[in-house]
């Protein structure tokens, strides 16, 4: 796409960091441009729903046809407020925006927020120019804008609204551990924080940014990811424009343990396509987007739903230290299905040890010998805290890394026993909790998890959110290990001149020396092939790509016929060692051809992972340079005989768009 | 398994169909044998249960130690009721169970519900052999039964519960569209009942018969089919043994245009262990359960929740014409993951008609080209009708099969002006409500379910029902083309005798020649093969094998290294014609290898097609002579020269357990 009529945004982000938003999310002095009492405009929603909220600092509203609105005294423009407000919500027309915005800049307000839409969402020409615009202005000034086409922000710790949404009506809620970060303000307000607070949940901060034109997701969720309060940070994102941003967040947040959990949109071209006619957002390519987000630990979801689910057994800090997860329950129909269902997603029952059978059989005379999931039958009912000591039982048992217990109809007293052993193990619980207590009506789900505890009412989103905990632990863990080493015998200078001297792509010799450049091992000529590369060998594809959202991306398939018609690719962000191209490699089904088959020697998988884990560093080197880069083939011979590049072919980035690539914000004109 | 000391079951059900159950599921008179007032007694709480529900008829307490239960006259024995009671529950330790079925025997009980537990699911030979005996004796004299460790029945229509459970406490809730069928207690009256009321759905007749040692789940399914209340059955079932019924059953709910849906335990070992552990099920091999449910039409869902969320638009008896869908909503956010969900489930957004959209611009003045789904924008909010009417006009669109109202929180009107566009129209349609309606506190999700509605909270389960409303009618339609011919060329008389001569497995040259009394193509030896025959053609397997549940079964694979490491199977029961076999072939991500590839000619896919399509007759025919037969490989030649069967092996079912191969109901003694 390009655009005429506008030049390229020239935004650049601090580079050590993220911008402070304290004073955004809990300012002291709160204007707004647009104030009215009349409720069935934005500006009185907007205006009403920051008094009820409780807001405690000075509030002005902005309207030169009126003195006062709901009590507080109204001014006519920005100029004549009496103090220079922290931050600024403008409830005004698309065209008045701009001149709004300038207003802003000669009293230095340092934080406004653009509820208005008629920006890039419209996907017009003028829609777009308009955006630039008061991004423009906001940047010469050094205003932080939220915003445009956005419903605001929501601050339980500091109660502070600036939003219209309804779903903040009655008593404010407390205060909780879960921040929201959204463009949408119906998903990120009604979908996840409204249904959130439904189940009992408390949430910390919610946004809804809209088209993101100045401060992005990210920001938002960089601030929340500091707060003592917040625990995991949900994103619901439609574009994620600046790879690098999300990978400083990533590591910031694995930092802190705090986990994030995403929707991504775009995993279709229609969704893409309703996400653009949305906010404006140009999404990359879905494959890379999934598999980078589980490279950097951001745990990804399907359904707006999945997002607090997931959070409700993260927010309590208590990781599984492995797979192995253990269930109770007095209704073996349930343990049938969460066997199935947890066995299915990867989750392990183990065998418990002889002294955990052993405590059981005394609890329950009679009992047999006890799997897991175990079914304690009716014999835990109605025998008082039967159920909680069977359950104790298990929980100590060292093989158990997880707690299910499995709760329909019981007691009141059996689920308060249960909750205490919840509240009081280091190991993570997750009830899955199917009806309801008798005896007491004010013991419920809602209230449980308002305790603190993962109160889960189906058993496919219990399996899934524990799975997200495993694996998120399992990221943590790889963390551990010593960063990745730049290999010996690389001379990037050699490379960066050898790109230097090239006009246009590279022939099949000057791909090869650069390859070489990097230490990789290839042959002079596609065509003369050496000997013992027999033409059978399963042949492996390896390429550099250029997404819009993550930069330089490594690519990983097979080669040959069989492979291509698979249409499977691995994609991982560079630069990784060896062990992440194993998990790659794993990530292809097809990948068991590459071992012993048909009484073939092994491949020699070391040889092809040093080899791909070294072009990840030519990726990182040279990401300015070379707008794409595919080695096809890449023959892998017997194993101690190592890999051969067999043909390359590399395109440097001038001559893709006549211009060195380099990132920029503008989604419109990068034509890759 | 082997069982020592029983005998195999010699249970022969009626060929002709299904029992009647008319009477087990409304009796004219009741009795409980272990009758009691004692709360804390499975008896107490039936006895309560069958009084509190509304039972109108003869109800009969049988306690030798009591004169009256509950101010009904108790009787010592079976023998002393006044009359032949049509139902007679049983609460007695299970060693006194067959004693009591004799009884009932004497008296000519019709039908009986064994509750008891101690039972096969024990897994001990004693509690298997007591199951067995209880069968014994209950079929010498005619009596139908229940469980044994079973939960009973529930009759919303005929207000008649036979049952412990509490989920029934309260008024009695009006009988509603939806019936459950479940071995568990827990999962059919909680999971599935008790939540689906819940939610506003309402549930004509819900079954828990344990270990179904006697009438089993597709009996009770059978019943609930044919009655007129009933228009969706929900299946949760720990095994299946009988493929032949379920595939009558199957056919039945077909031909009444009423859809089976189906949670099926056993999908992972480990959940497979449960299922044993919990009702004695033993369960079959799960690829070939999943094959086999959705050749049937029969709706296999994950979690016990998607029964329910299925049904609820099933009920409706609307079915989508097609995969095209439409949404509307003032919610963009909602709009752009609803596109994704739906485009990667398989449903299609079609682009509106130019009538449509103008209708759509003269209602929303400013209005660009619509999309869809279609994001109305704010422009719809506030301006009554607005939201209704564009949603009308978009269902009007004859490129539309099926629409989704997408409510987040939205004023009353607006909601109530679309429950009535929904329940005008002849398409179906699903609601997908995310929040609440405004100004109208009794208006909710469940009052639009339990008007009739189909109402989805979140996008998942939405797209999820609607694939399934989609592939049910594209089974029905399939239903309408002609069944599958024999094919000519076919000697089953000589195939026979052939069969009869061998001793032990069949060699390759009887193998093959087995295989040409059906008319396929064989090579005459595997290692002298044509000329014409290449060694580089991708290779197909074809077999059949014995599964359990489902007899004999068609599996379809590649041959060659490549596929092998791919293990991709499909399953088929024959007979089927070759367009069952291109579907087959579709369910193989390598298929594609069998096409055009790198210059090389396209394979002979008809005859193929045409060839495993003929030796399904041959799996039909001689099922009870074979064991097992697998033809690797079958070569496919490029196109209009035909395949070849280059090897192949048959076991007689003699050679494998030295006796002729005939269906049983015993689950214990098939080594298969």
Not at 236 to 249: F, I, P, Q, T
Not at 273 to 300: E, P, Y
Not at 513 to 527: E, I, K, M, N
Request: hydrophobic share 45%; charged share 20%.
């Amino acid at each position: 796409m390009k655009t005429p009529g506008c030049a390229a945004s020239t935004h650049s982000l601090p580079t050590d960091g993220f911008p402070n938003l304290a004073r955004f999310f809990a300012p002291r002095s709160v204007a707004l441009l647009g104030a009215t009492e009349d409720l069935s405009k934005f500006g009185g929603r907007c205006m009403r729903q920051i008094i009820n909220f409780g807001f405690a600092g000075d509030l002005y509203p902005i309207n030169p046809k009126r003195d006062e609105v709901f009590g507080h005294r109204c001014f006519p423009s920005v100029a004549a407020l009496p103090q220079t407000p922290d931050h600024i919500g403008i409830v005004l027309p698309a065209q008045a925006v701009a001149a709004a915005l300038e207003q802003c800049a000669e009293r230095g307000v340092p934080y406004a927020t653009v509820f208005s839409s008629g920006f890039s969402e419209t996907g017009t020409e003028e829609g777009r120019c308009l955006q630039q615009r008061i991004v423009e202005i906001a940047r010469a000034a050094g205003i932080r804008l939220m915003g445009p086409n956005c419903n605001g922000v929501i601050n339980f710790v500091d109660a502070f609204a600036l939003t219209s949404t309804s779903t903040i009506n009655g008593p404010r809620r407390p205060a909780g551990d879960i921040g929201i970060v959204s463009q949408s303000g119906g998903a990120g307000q009604i979908n996840v924080m409204w249904r959130a607070h439904q189940l009992g949940l408390g949430i910390s901060y919610e946004v809804s940014c809209g088209n993101a034109a100045d401060i992005d997701l990210l920001d938002y969720a960089a601030f929340m990811v500091e707060t003592p309060s917040t625990k995991v940070v949900l994103i619901l994102a439609e574009h994620l424009v600046d790879g690098d941003k999300l990978r400083a967040l990533a590591r910031r947040a694995a930092e802190l343990d705090k986990p994030l959990v995403m929707v991504k949109a775009g995993r279709t071209e229609v969704g893409s396509r309703a996400a653009a006619a949305h906010t404006g957002a140009v999404t990359g390519n879905d494959a890379v987007c999934g598999a980078a987000l589980a490279q950097l630990g951001v745990l990804r979801v399907d359904d707006y739903r999945d997002l607090y689910e997931t959070a409700m057994l993260l927010r309590r800090g208590r990781r599984p230290a492995g797979r192995r997860a253990a269930a109770t329950s007095i209704s073996g129909g349930n343990l049938v299905l969460l066997a199935d269902l947890g066995a299915a997603t990867g989750i392990e029952w183990p065998t418990y040890s002889a002294d955990t059978q052993a405590r059981l059989r005394e609890l329950l005379p009679g009992f047999g010998a006890a799997s897991n999931p175990t079914d304690l039958t009716s014999a835990a009912i109605g025998q008082a805290g039967t159920f909680a000591a069977a359950t104790a039982a298990v929980l100590d048992d060292a093989a158990v890394d997880l707690l299910i217990p499995v709760v329909t109809n019981v007691g009141s007293a059996d689920i308060r026993a249960l909750a205490e052993l919840s509240a009081s193990s280091a190991k993570p619980v997750a009830f899955l909790w199917i009806g309801r207590a008798s005896g007491d009506s004010d013991l419920t789900p809602e209230s449980l998890v308002a305790a603190g505890h993962a109160v889960y009412r189906d058993a496919m989103p219990c399996v899934k959110a524990i799975r997200a905990a495993m694996r998120y632990h399992e990221f943590r863990q790889r963390l551990a290990v010593p960063p990745v080493q730049r290999p010996d015998g690389i001379d990037a200078a050699a490379a960066r001149a050898l790109l230097a001297q090239a006009s246009g792509a590279l022939s099949e010799h000057q791909s090869k020396a650069l390859l070489r450049c990097y230490g990789l091992p290839t042959t002079r000529d596609s065509l003369a092939l050496d000997a013992e590369i027999s033409v059978d060998a399963p042949e492996m594809r390896v390429g550099i790509l250029r997404d819009l959202s993550f930069g330089a991306v490594m690519t990983i398939s097979l080669g040959g016929i069989y492979a291509e018609r698979l249409k499977e690719e691995a994609f991982r962000l560079p630069p990784f060692g060896p062990d992440e191209v194993l998990d790659a490699l794993r990530d292809l089904r097809a990948f068991g051809l590459l071992e012993r088959a048909h009484g073939r020697p092994a491949s020699d998988i070391t040889a092809l992972t040093e080899c791909i884990a070294r072009m990840s560093w030519l990726a990182v080197d040279l990401q300015d340079l070379i707008s794409e880069l595919e080695v096809n083939s890449l023959r892998v011979l017997p194993q101690g005989r190592g890999v051969r590049i067999i043909d390359a072919r590399v395109i440097p980035s001038a001559s893709i768009c006549g211009v060195q690539f380099a990132k920029s914000n503008c989604n419109t004109c990068d034509k890759v």
